[in-house]
């Protein structure tokens, strides 16, 4: 296949930071998505709708000109988020999903949720209203191993979860584990996943391949080749509960070289065309579409984007450095070449 054509994509787990970081990265998600899911994890986080307003007014405000790019806004949930809070995201028509951050699980979840018992009434209110949670799925618990992280969750958290709401949308975000790609396929009710291009393309040897990594450190970290593998056959299985999340998550360069370095991957630059390769490696191709661009608006109740993108097999070497306002930003990958590119 020389050319590959699919339907406009959208990116279901997005981090697009604030201010000169903002103008920095949109255009990149802007030039291959159609819409995102922007995460809330701000500082401080956006965990009202007024919030979510000014966010997405900034957002709208750095767009290059002549864009329709449109950001579906996040509510990030405390152990405080009122129901009524949970009301209005749903009458606001702008706020798409309410974020759960485990208290100290990634970057900037200080604010997260300490215990799900603080939750009840605004998840109560959430499967009423039908507002979609996204979850980042690892337990916080300093003694549990960093690599099972994921794995405790789903039977300490997401389980007792699903049996408490079973009528919330939920999705199961960057997933990274076997367990996690089964438990998916698997659960009763709403329940998805979205998977990173570099969880279907890296395991965790990347992370040391000659001496440390920082640029391939991300959270959920990488995992077991066995995983990785797992993670492939759920992406192009054509199963609708698993569609494309970036979790593109741009760190300055000095921030992730550091002695206690930033997690996060930047891959909004070239997304498309590391999924392209991911699916491809794995004799796909064809079943990115379903993946990209079908599966992740039907769970969210959007329409599928009309336009259409286009992909050729052309080389696409990776720039070692972008600009990211004053500082620097190392997309993934950086250096390497990739055999296909998105035809603007
Ligand atoms: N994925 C990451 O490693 N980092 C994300 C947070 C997150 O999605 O957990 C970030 O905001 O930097
Ligand atoms: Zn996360
Ligand atoms: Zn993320």
Redesign the pocket.
């Given at each position: 296949m020389q050319t590959y054509e699919l339907t406009r994509p959208d990116d279901w787990?997005l981090?697009l930071r604030d201010g000169e970081a903002l103008a920095a990265v949109l255009p990149d998600t802007a030039r291959q998505f159609a819409r995102a899911i922007v995460?809330p994890?701000l500082k401080p986080p956006v965990t009202t709708v007024a919030l979510a307003e000014a966010y997405r007014q900034r957002i709208v405000a750095a767009l290059p000109a002549g864009s329709d790019f449109e950001p579906l806004m996040t509510l990030y949930l405390t152990d405080n988020t009122q129901p009524d809070e949970i009301a209005k995201a749903r009458q606001s028509g702008f706020v798409h999903a309410v974020k759960l951050?485990p208290a100290g699980?990634?970057?900037?979840?200080d604010f997260g949720v300490t215990d799900l018992k603080h939750c009840r009434a605004a998840l109560e209110a959430m499967q009423e209203a039908d507002l979609v949670l996204c979850v980042?799925g690892e337990v916080t618990d300093a003694a549990i191993d960093v690599f099972d992280r994921e794995k405790v969750f789903i039977d300490d958290v997401l389980i007792p979860l699903r049996r408490d709401f079973p009528n919330l949308r939920i999705v199961f975000?960057?997933i990274t584990t076997a367990e996690a790609a089964t438990y998916v396929a698997e659960a009763e009710g709403r329940v998805a996943a979205t998977i990173t291009a570099h969880h279907l393309l890296y395991n965790r040897n990347a992370l040391f391949k000659g001496g440390v990594r920082p640029h391939y450190?991300?959270?959920p970290v990488l995992k077991r080749e066995h995983h990785r593998e797992a993670l492939v056959a759920a992406a192009t299985s054509g199963n609708p509960r698993f569609f494309l999340g970036t979790?593109s998550?741009p760190?300055g360069k000095a921030d992730k070289e550091a002695d206690c370095g930033?997690?996060?991957?930047y891959t909004a630059l070239h997304a498309l065309e590391l999924y392209a390769t991911a699916f491809e490696n794995a004799g796909c191709l064809d079943r990115l579409e379903g993946f990209a661009s079908w599966f992740g608006p039907d769970f969210y109740g959007l329409p599928r984007n009309a336009g259409r993108i286009r992909l050729e097999r052309k080389p696409l070497t990776i720039p070692t450095s972008l600009e990211f306002g004053a500082k620097q930003l190392v997309p993934l990958a950086a250096g390497e070449t990739l055999s296909w590119s998105l035809i603007d």
């Open positions: 787990h981090h995460m994890n951050y699980a990634t970057t900037n979840s980042h975000e960057h450190y991300c959270l979790d998550a760190h930033c997690a996060g991957c």
